[in-house]
């Protein structure tokens, strides 16, 4: 019987260890559960919410002219809601943190959660705006890149101290680069300001 009594010793001792990895573990999701989660801002009424049958989707209302110190706030904004997304996944044509993103998808989200209505595309993104100076740039800024050294074909959000947020490339999440990295720069050929006072 003493080696019985020793082997159930052995399964409490066990059982508590076990017990006491679990709590622990648990303990540290839950402190990982209280951080800041992520959710897509709600930018007014749902338009698929508010349409019944066959009706088109609820139009938003026409933009109200922006004042001096309101274009540098949302601007700030839309740098900020995009630097939020690194390291969501790159997807063609992913236009969503739910999707992913391309580089023109970001930039179209974006500026989306501040109601600003972009196009949805590089080279009608580039049609946006007026061009400004690369040293006079702000955050919220468009940067516009030739990747094969000729035509423009991709767009990131500039955070400010030369930085700048975009969806790369396939097979690489949303991230933050430098203008003044060697390839960056030597790809970069406009600037543009969309949100003007």
Known sequence: MPGFCLLEVRVLVSCRTISMVM?????????????RVY?????????????SGDSP?????PAEPIAPGEAVHLG??????????????????GESPGQGFDCSGLVHWSYGCVGIDLPRVVQQQM??????????LQPGDLVFFAMDGRSISHVGIYLGSRRFVHAP?????????????????????????????
């Open 23 to 35: 709590v622990i573990g648990l303990l540290l999701l839950s402190g990982c559960a209280s951080k």
């Open 39 to 51: 959710r897509e801002p709600q930018i007014g009424p749902d338009p698929v919410a508010e349409t």
């Open 57 to 61: 989707p609820a139009t938003p209302p």
């Open 76 to 93: 700030i904004r839309v740098a900020t809601l995009a630097r939020e997304q690194v390291g969501r996944p790159y997807r063609w044509g």
């Open 127 to 136: 049609e946006s705006g007026q061009s400004i100076d690369g040293d006079r």
């Open 169 to 197: 490339s396939s097979g690489q999440p949303v991230r933050v680069d430098s203008l003044d990295d060697v390839w960056w720069h030597g790809r970069w050929t406009d600037s543009r300001r969309v949100i003007r006072s």
